[in-house]
C-alpha cells in the first residue's frame, strides 16, 4: 500500500522560507514522477511543482518559479521528495499535498487526474 507523509509545513512571516519532504513507502520510488500541490482556503487544488522519476526534469508553476524548488533522495532508499519555498507569500498560504504520478505515463504533468496516490497535506501559512 502506497503511502505518502509530508511534514516541514507551519505558520511563517513573508519573506521566510520553508522545507516541505515528503516520505514515500510501499512504491518502487524511482518508478514514479512526484508533483506538490496546494488547495488555499476555499478554493480548487492548484499544481506547485512537478519532478520526474530520476530528478532530471522539473516543471514550476509560474507563480512559483523562481522561488520554489523541488528535489528527490532516490538514493539508499530515502525514498523522499521536497519542496524547498523561499520569499514566501501570504497568497502561498495552502494545504500542500505530494503526489505520486502513475508509473505507465511518461514525463511529468500539472494534471492532477494524472497522479494516483496522494498525501494527507501539510498546512503552510504565510502571514503578512
Known amino acids: 500500500q502506497v503511502q505518502l507523509v509530508e511534514s516541514g509545513g507551519g505558520l511563517v512571516q513573508a519573506g521566510a522560507s520553508l522545507r516541505l519532504s515528503c516520505a514515500a513507502s510501499?512504491?518502487?520510488?524511482?518508478?514514479?514522477?512526484m508533483g506538490w500541490f496546494r488547495r488555499a482556503p476555499g478554493k480548487e487544488r492548484m499544481f506547485v511543482a512537478a519532478?520526474?522519476?530520476?530528478?532530471?526534469?522539473?516543471?514550476?508553476a509560474d507563480s512559483v518559479k523562481g522561488r520554489f524548488t523541488i528535489s528527490r533522495d532516490n538514493a539508499n532508499a530515502k525514498n523522499t521528495l521536497y519542496l524547498q519555498m523561499n520569499s514566501l507569500k501570504p497568497e502561498d498560504t495552502a494545504v500542500y499535498y505530494c503526489?505520486?504520478?502513475?508509473?505507465?505515463?511518461?514525463?511529468?504533468?500539472?494534471?492532477?487526474?494524472?497522479?494516483?496516490?496522494w498525501g494527507q497535506g501539510t498546512q503552510v501559512t504565510v502571514s503578512s
Open positions: 510501499g512504491l518502487t520510488f524511482t518508478d514514479y514522477a
Open positions: 519532478i520526474s522519476w530520476g530528478g532530471g526534469s522539473t516543471y514550476y
Open positions: 503526489a505520486a504520478r502513475s508509473k505507465y505515463l511518461s514525463g511529468i504533468s500539472d494534471m492532477p487526474r494524472e497522479y494516483g496516490d
